[in-house]
């Protein structure tokens, strides 16, 4: 898992195909309502993003993800976030992969990271990820969770 401020993300642009261009596009939506949308200038199903808003929720409420098909980058906006992650391979899977959710799901554990207004993560196929987290107590999040085709 990479975290990092959002001034810096331009350092992480030859981490996959298309990062660059998906990145624009995705701080292209900061002031677009809650939604999923499409990036029309890179092949379907390449890139996407949605923009999410919501409130914390505590730990004992979440469970560990981790992705294969996609990698996230995690762009928070305004508020912020507790993300617990972990290599998948210290985890107990509780859900297998499923194709159509592009998701596993595996009992809860992994270290804190605290994300806040101006930073962003990026998950990888191995990181086991629970977001949205509380911070120091119920809070509110504004965030873009951009999702780039892994090779």
Known sequence: ???????RIENYNGLVENFREAV???LSLSDKPAGRYECGSLPAGEVFAMVQE???KPREDGRIEAHRKYIDV??????????????????????PYSEE???AFYAAGGQPAR???GMF??????????????LDGPGTYRKIVLKIKWN
Not at 1 to 6: G, L, Q, S, V
Not at 74 to 91: R, S
Not at 121 to 134: A, T
Request: proline share 4%.
């Open 101 to 103: 959710k592009d998701a």
């Open 74 to 95: 995690q762009i928070m906006l305004d508020g912020g976030e507790t993300v617990y992650y972990a290599d998948i391979k210290d985890l107990k899977e509780i859900e």
């Open 121 to 134: 993560y990026v998950v990888l196929p191995h990181d086991g990820h629970m977001p949205c987290r509380e």
């Open 54 to 56: 919501g409130e914390t």
């Open 1 to 7: 898992m990479i975290i990092d401020r959002t001034d």
């Open 24 to 26: 624009e596009f995705a």
């Open 115 to 117: 994300i806040e207004k």
